[in-house]
């Protein structure tokens, strides 16, 4: 840590608790450049975050407390400094969602656990995305105010640049080019009127004397229903089990319809091509964070992605109408390479 920004740290707790820190310890460093910090007193603790992108920091701060006016479950804001690059968070400990579902589904005897947290998850992203996502201001987003056809082709573009041109595979630039566009056409049909996450992943849930915290959505912006479910239900090492992912869908479905009209095959023709997107999207980040700077958790998560792109793609009747994205996935679906 930098001695200024341990400076400043130091001076937010006293701040804001009126103790001096006795310790501050590195938390594991994720793919943003975000740095956090635990942070304690004798009598209080909370989490330091360095995050030089001011811009975002301001999205993260409106969004936390609209969400807190909204009783919607995440990490109370204790001190922000002037530069608004350094804060306190609320220590939420350290146990995500992730870690409960990677530590326990592998023995059927901790379905019961994982699905109720799961139905809770569920719960609440609906209550997000309807509920608080009618009163949102989306002016306040950052970088984009909302997923659109533009959003599409760039997260399709980030999967070929990041991840497929270092396959050995050839493949037709401009057949696959013509593919991603009929793929963001298609999904400009989408309702997106609604709250979108963005990463409504498993790492970005904390569990906390039983309930679920949110953490992690400063990149939110005006979208549609589908994205977040499917990234937490093909979060690529959760490794659930398709009938679990069956199960939290219907469950969702019966929820979010209790709070907005949904017509439910029409949902279901956007949930699987979305979904496909978005498994596109993670393999772009493996390959980037990956493959490119080679983070080995990154590479390891690449396996259970491919499988999830299999999975998802048998589902997928617009792939019919995507002749090159179906022979790339068919490629990524015989490749050993990273087995």
């Known amino acids: 840590m930098k ?85 306190l968070l609320q220590d939420l400990g350290d146990t995500t969602l992730f870690s409960v579902i990677s530590n326990k589904i592998e023995n059927p005897d901790n379905l019961s656990e994982i699905r109720a947290y799961l139905k809770q998850a569920v719960r609440e992203l609906a209550r997000i995305q309807v509920v608080a996502g009618r009163k949102m201001d989306f002016s306040i987003c950052y970088p984009y105010s909302s997923f659109d056809a533009s959003s599409v082709l760039f997260d399709l573009e980030y999967f070929r640049n990041h991840f497929l041109e270092r396959q050995t595979f050839s493949y037709d630039k401009l057949r696959l080019a013509k593919d991603f566009q009929y793929l963001a056409d298609f999904m400009e049909g989408m309702d997106n009127q609604y709250f979108m996450y963005r990463d409504f992943q498993s790492r970005n849930i904390m569990v906390n004397d039983g309930k679920l915290y949110f953490i992690d959505y400063q990149g939110g912006r ?34 979010a319809r209790m709070l907005t009209p949904i017509d439910i095959d029409k949902y279901l023709d956007y949930y699987y091509a979305i979904t496909m997107i978005r498994i596109l999207q993670t393999l772009g980040a493996y390959g980037l964070r990956g493959l490119l700077q080679g983070r080995e958790h990154f590479i390891q998560s690449i396996p259970y992605a491919l499988k999830n792109l299999h999975v998802i793609s048998q589902k997928n009747k617009i792939l019919q109408h995507l002749p090159e994205l179906a022979n790339v996935i068919g490629h990524l679906k015989n490749d050993n390479t990273y087995l």
Not at 38 to 59: L, Q, W
Not at 64 to 69: A, G, I, K, P, V
Request: charged content about 25%.
């Open 3 to 87: 001695k200024n920004c341990q400076q400043e740290i130091k001076k937010m707790f006293y701040d804001w608790c009126g103790e001096e820190p006795a310790n501050i310890n590195p938390l594991p460093h994720s793919g943003s450049d975000r740095h956090y910090y635990r942070i304690s007193g004798r009598n209080s603790r909370a989490i330091a975050v360095y995050n030089p992108h001011f811009k975002e920091n301001r999205v993260f701060f409106e969004m936390t407390r609209f969400f807190l006016s909204e009783r919607i479950a995440v990490p109370e804001i204790y001190q922000i400094d002037a530069s608004e690059t350094n804060y």
């Open 222 to 255: 005006k979208g549609p229903l589908q994205y977040d479910l499917a990234s937490l239900l093909f979060q690529a090492r959760a490794r659930l089990p398709q009938f679990l992912r069956d199960e939290m869908l219907d469950y969702y479905l019966k929820v």
